[in-house]
């Protein structure tokens, strides 16, 4: 299946993943760690291990930040 990954911000990626690929699978495909950021599907967030049934996504990471 090819997916459409659009890290927002950022850039847009073109990723062939397997038919049984999670959605953690499409994020470490990008080089991002799925702890890093949310996948959004039509605006909602998924579940990293959901498996991918969506064309295009969304990634948005998640910033962290403050003093240490």
């Known amino acids: 299946m ?11 990626h ?4 397997d038919d049984d ?3 953690a699978d499409l994020v ?3 080089d991002l760690s799925p702890h ?8 909602r967030p998924v579940p990293e291990d959901q498996p991918v049934e969506a064309d295009r996504v ?3 990471r998640l910033i962290k930040g403050g003093r240490t």
């Open 2 to 12: 090819d997916v459409s990954v659009e890290v927002v911000g950022e850039e847009r």
């Open 21 to 23: 690929a999670t959605y």
């Open 14 to 17: 073109e990723v062939a993943v």
């Open 28 to 30: 470490s495909a990008v």
């Open 36 to 43: 890093e950021v949310s996948v959004l599907v039509d605006g």
């Open 58 to 60: 969304k990634v948005l």
